[in-house]
């Protein structure tokens, strides 16, 4: 089966330093998401786009997150500088496009900033 | 987009049939119903879509009545490695396929 892979799949960190997850879609999905869950808040959409275009990132910090597709094969997603409470779990979704068609998660990167 | 309301968890045991229902009253005509799996430690993963009446695969049954207000996913004969969350989403492809997830329902499957 074809897989979203995301790496780092652990990250530990100290408050202030810069954090880069990166994640590789499915090759030809034109639409990547970034979630992000934690415990209290669920999953949270923190950004989404379309043939690499942003759509709507709407749900992150834009102080500190950024979110970007270098290539159809690539996608970002940084904080700069990291706190605390960005300690989640951050997902990478893939689809083809249409909502019904679903789409693919990736395993994901958990964050820890100390 | 559409607001779900899915009941916060449920408990089952092996071999029984599990049934959970997502109300979706203000669905609009293009929308389409998903469902999505999550085990521990894991991404949520695509089980069924449906848009009216009944859908079924190797995994679930999705039932939409004809008011589409509401949908059940229904899991046959669950397993022990059934148990995980299940989220009902509910969206528009003409909304820019915007995927946003609510509580989800967590089902806890008993031996």
């Known amino acids: 089966d074809a897989r979203v892979t995301q790496t780092p799949r652990h990250k530990v960190t100290e408050m202030g330093q810069e954090v880069t997850m990166r994640c590789q879609p499915i090759l030809g999905h034109n639409t990547v998401f970034w979630y992000r869950q934690t415990m209290m808040q669920g999953l949270e959409l923190l950004a989404y786009f379309r043939n690499r275009a942003p759509l709507d990132d709407s749900g992150m910090p834009k102080d500190r997150f950024s979110a970007e597709m270098p290539d159809a094969t690539l996608a970002t997603l940084k904080i700069q500088p990291s706190e605390p409470r960005d300690s989640a779990v951050y997902f990478c979704?893939?689809?083809?496009?249409?909502?019904?068609?679903?789409?693919?998660f990736g395993s994901g990167t958990r964050l820890t900033v100390v | 987009l559409a607001k779900t309301t899915q009941p916060i968890s449920m408990d089952s045991y092996e071999g029984q049939e599990v049934n959970i229902t997502c109300s979706h009253n203000n669905i609009a005509t293009n929308d389409y119903i998903t469902w999505y799996q999550q085990f521990p430690s894991q991404g949520p993963r695509f089980i069924i879509q449906g848009y009216k009446t009944k859908v079924t695969n190797e995994v679930a049954s999705l039932f939409i009545p004809a008011d589409r207000k509401s949908s059940t996913l229904s899991l046959p004969r669950v397993s022990l490695s059934d148990t995980a969350v299940y989220y009902c989403l509910v969206g528009d492809t003409a909304a820019g396929n915007k995927l946003t997830f609510g509580g989800g329902t967590r089902v806890l499957v008993k031996p």
């Open positions: 979704a893939s689809g083809p496009g249409p909502f019904f068609y679903g789409y693919t």
